[in-house]
């Protein structure tokens, strides 16, 4: 669309990164083709669409690094509870669940992310196939994956760890139909990236398979990495190396490479991935629900690694993502005020673009760059006063305030209105999905505990 958004205070997030004041952004088509001063720019384009953005702040669209949108069929649970969630819930129900209940959440986690100014979400994880279109129709930028494992996945909450190659072929063949199909489409607004689960679930064979893949469709790679006790006991066991260690041995590492979590990452670890340029995607809120994160994200940033965030599961806000992670990285300098709230803002706009391997046409508002944007109202009490815009929305921002997105200059949601998708229905059928994925658990796994108030829901 061509339209004109007048009189806004810009965030552009350009190398100076400069806030620009009773400022314009004019797209034509799916780019933004002038950043400039208001009345100039209306008055050279007088018959282009307007948008009043007086009181508001236009910003670069949102990149969530890191989610697994399919996983909001957990939110409520296993955040308060003990044991392994990772193993003893989130797998068999990723399993256990079927396609059009997958389809269902990943809808949900679409809706709440436009909500929260999200243009771009990243989201490795099972089955991907049979909901990735169901995605796409809502309008988002996605970069997908399916998580490729030969471990027999649901054997590890048990303590077993056993690799097999047919298990490991049924991921390789959804890995590649995720490509084939998906890659590209939507006018290019889906992408795919290989993943690798993790380096507990991998094979060196498996590894390898995965490396192939990336060279063969040109993609991008992605791992979760050091999230767990049982991995890194899992990756000594079979190694005798860190997980970091072991998937440098196997080609897993590399400036094509986001690895998201790090908890366990030893110092020499951290100079590893440095070393050879990977990316870190941090979830803060995620990762501290049972008290602060214990990473080591000070000698993180201070060796000079490219930190992005995401949300990882039960939300898509990263607003909050923000807020927690300006806390956790500030305390793992021991205190103070760095990093700035510029820093943390960077981790979802132009360093997030940086880890895509985007920054030519994501991550800031310029001309040439894709019509991604996100707009806020600043008339919110929790905004007010601004004296320094970036501080508040790093420590105060939250999906209230958030008005219209746009995605290749198509509004998704306008005024607060989703454009892209019927609300009412998707919240329907996300909860009915639930109910059917749990009580489904229940009966594969009748030893797994599944809330009985759900199950009462369910007959």
Request: some cysteine.
């Amino acid at each position: 669309m061509d339209l004109l958004i007048h009189d806004a205070t810009v965030v552009t997030q350009d190398d100076a990164r400069r806030v620009l004041h009773d400022a314009a952004v004019l797209v034509h088509g799916d780019r933004i083709v002038a950043v400039g001063d208001s009345d100039a720019l209306l008055a050279a384009h007088p018959d282009v669409e307007r948008m009043d953005g007086a009181g508001k702040a236009v910003l670069p669209g949102l990149i969530n690094s890191h989610t697994h949108t399919v996983l909001l069929v957990l939110r409520g649970t296993v955040e308060d509870m003990t044991g392994d969630v990772i193993y003893g819930y989130m797998t068999p129900i990723s399993f256990a669940m079927q396609a059009p209940q997958r389809e269902a959440i990943a809808r949900l986690g679409c809706l709440e992310a436009i909500h929260s100014g999200t243009t771009t979400l990243v989201d490795p994880f099972r089955h991907v196939t049979g909901y990735a279109e169901g995605m796409a129709r809502t309008g988002l930028r996605l970069y997908l994956s399916e998580s490729g494992a030969d471990a027999l996945t649901l054997k590890i909450r048990n303590g077993i760890y056993e690799y097999d190659q047919a298990f490991g072929e049924a991921f390789i063949e959804r890995i590649v139909e995720l490509a084939e199909r998906f890659h590209g489409a939507h006018g290019d607004r889906v992408r795919c990236q290989i993943s690798a689960h993790g380096p507990d679930n991998c094979s060196p064979w498996m590894l390898a398979r995965l490396n192939e893949l990336a060279g063969k469709y040109g993609l991008r790679r992605t791992v979760h990495l050091s999230q767990s006790t049982r991995e890194v006991e899992q990756v000594r066991a079979m190694s005798g190396k860190t997980s970091a260690a072991y998937l440098a041995d196997n080609d897993w590492l590399g400036d094509d490479v986001v690895a998201a979590h790090w908890t366990y990452c030893t110092d020499t670890d951290i100079d590893l991935l440095a070393g050879h340029g990977v990316h870190m995607v941090h979830c803060p809120a995620n990762s501290s629900r049972r008290g602060p994160h214990q990473v080591k994200v000070g000698h993180i940033l201070d060796a000079g690694i490219n930190v992005v965030l995401g949300t990882d599961n039960m939300t898509e806000d990263l607003f909050q993502a923000m807020t927690i992670g300006s806390i956790i990285h500030r305390g793992g300098h021991g205190g103070g005020v760095a990093p700035t709230p510029q820093m943390t803002l960077d981790s979802i706009t132009c360093n997030a673009a940086r880890a895509l391997g985007r920054e030519a046409d994501l991550g800031s508002i310029e001309a040439g760059k894709l019509a991604d944007l996100t707009v806020l109202d600043l008339d919110r009490a929790h905004l007010r006063p601004v004296i320094n815009l970036v501080s508040n929305l790093v420590h105060y921002g939250h999906p209230g305030a958030v008005s219209d997105v746009m995605v290749g200059g198509r509004f998704l949601l306008r005024n607060g209105e989703v454009l892209s998708m019927n609300e009412a229905d998707t919240l329907a059928e996300a909860q009915e999905a639930t109910v059917a994925s749990w009580r489904r658990l229940h009966e594969i796994s009748p030893d797994i505990v599944v809330p009985q108030d759900l199950l009462a829901s369910a007959r």
